[in-house]
């Protein structure tokens, strides 16, 4: 039986990223003002009670070697790791408190990087957690991080910012 489910990222042709179109495959543009206004779009896509998180590396990514600079991939990382962690937590307040990174393969200008993150551990104040970044079935990072649960209102009305949101 053939599937209808839609790709989530596109095939690769003759060693050169295909042109795609997050939109189409149901991702939304993920929005903020701050830094990630700088360096997204990021873009999400629903999966259960959270999100999965993705970009395609543009021209301002690129670094000398003319791939995805290494800095954009642990930013990357870090935002879609926390903003998993945020949903798995109640979305109460937290800051990352540690961050590690491995870089496996580049990233090419075009190619549409996923974030396949998991909640590896739950104590009172941290979760651990881990990320695999993937083009594809390929694996370009890996990272493992902490989250540290602060103090203080708990932030339950803040959700991401979707297409509709940021008009």
Request: aromatic share 10%.
């Amino acid at each position: 039986m053939p599937s209808t489910k839609q790709p989530a990222a596109p095939p690769a042709i003759a060693g050169k990223p295909a042109r795609f179109d997050p939109a189409t495959a149901g991702w939304e543009p993920y929005q903020d003002k701050g830094f990630i206004g700088l360096v997204g779009p990021f873009w999400m896509r629903r999966c259960g009670e959270s999100y999965l998180y993705a970009f395609r590396a543009e021209p301002k990514h690129e670094n000398r070697r003319g791939v995805v600079q290494g800095g954009m991939l642990m930013t990357f990382a870090d935002r879609s790791m926390g903003m998993t962690c945020w949903y798995a937590n109640q979305r109460q307040p937290q800051a990352t408190v540690q961050l590690d990174v491995h870089f496996i393969d580049a990233v090419a200008i075009g190619e549409f990087v996923e974030a396949r993150c998991r909640v590896v551990r739950r104590t009172r104040s941290l979760i651990f957690m881990s990320a695999e970044l993937v083009v594809g079935d390929r694996v370009v990072a890996t990272a493992n991080g902490v989250w540290k649960t602060l103090g203080g209102k708990r932030n339950a009305e803040r959700k991401p910012m979707g297409a509709a949101e940021a008009i």
